[in-house]
């Protein structure tokens, strides 16, 4: 079993900057792909980014300001979103997982969600 708790969320407005963090406890943070979601209401849960041992994947509508990274001493993971935009607007939410699949969005387990809302 894997808990993980968000953290960072808030209103900024468009242009600035925020740093979301997942914090993970339970088994091997390790052997978890981590990966960021997000969603608005009414629609899918959109994948964001995700981190493996391979590497970094994110979404092409946040690459360029977004950033996905993990410390696996501190069992973290964060996601650093720069020249936020107002679509950027949504309920984000940490995954972990063996596999974790972009759409359909799935992953074996998930953070309460962070709200993070970008003014004009």
């Known amino acids: 079993q894997v808990q993980l708790v968000e953290s960072g969320g808030g209103l900024v407005q468009a242009g600035g900057s925020l740093r979301l963090s997942c914090a993970a406890s339970?088994?091997?943070?390790?052997?978890?792909?981590m990966a960021w979601f997000r969603q608005t209401p009414g629609k899918d849960r959109e994948f964001v980014a995700a981190?493996?041992?391979?590497?970094?994947s994110p979404v092409d509508s946040v690459k360029g300001r977004f950033t996905i990274s993990r410390d696996n001493a501190k069992n973290t993971v964060t996601l650093e979103m720069n020249s936020l935009k107002v679509e950027d607007t949504a309920v984000y939410y940490c995954?972990?997982?063996?596999?974790?699949?972009?759409?359909?969005?799935?992953?074996?387990?998930w953070g309460q969600g962070t709200q993070v809302t970008v003014s004009s």
């Open positions: 995954a972990a997982g063996l596999r974790v699949s972009r759409s359909p969005p799935r992953a074996d387990y």
């Open positions: 339970g088994r091997t943070f390790t052997d978890y792909i």
């Open positions: 981190i493996s041992r391979s590497g970094t």
